[in-house]
Nanobody
Framework: VQLQASGGGLVQAGGSLRLSCSAS????????MGWYRQTPGKLREFVAT???????NYADFVKGRFTISRDYAKNTVYLQMNSLKPEDTAVYYC??????????????YGQGTQVTVSS
């Protein structure tokens, strides 16, 4: 599975951005997609996921502000980010979890896209 993320950029606090991530390769094996983020010196942290069937899960710090969605026909996951705060500044990574023929779960990350929120 290959992942290509886009949509990052610079925005003022209170503004919005939408991230996109397109999957290619063994997309039929994907059962969950999501977003993680990382800032220098810190571990990568969970932001949101959406599973097949559209069940969603969010980190507490984005609930009510971010919305994850998925276009199955385009093999694309989106992250709509509203009411952005300076502490949301990070590199955002797209993630996919896929099940192989041996029923083993493998995780994949895209290249990351920078989101910078100015105060």
């Amino acid at each position: 599975v290959q992942l290509q993320a886009s949509g990052g950029g610079l925005v003022q606090a209170g503004g919005s951005l939408r991230l996109s991530c397109s999957a290619s390769g063994s997309v039929l094996s994907i059962d969950k997609m999501g977003w993680y983020r990382q800032t220098p010196g810190k571990l990568r942290e969970f932001v949101a996921t959406i599973a097949n069937g559209s069940s969603t899960n969010y980190a507490d710090f984005v609930k009510g502000r971010f919305t994850i969605s998925r276009d199955y026909a385009k093999n694309t996951v989106y992250l709509q980010m509203n009411s952005l705060k300076p502490e949301d500044t990070a590199v955002y990574y797209c993630n996919a979890e896929a099940i192989n023929r041996y029923n083993q779960r493998n995780g994949y990350y895209g290249q990351g896209t920078q989101v910078t929120v100015s105060s």
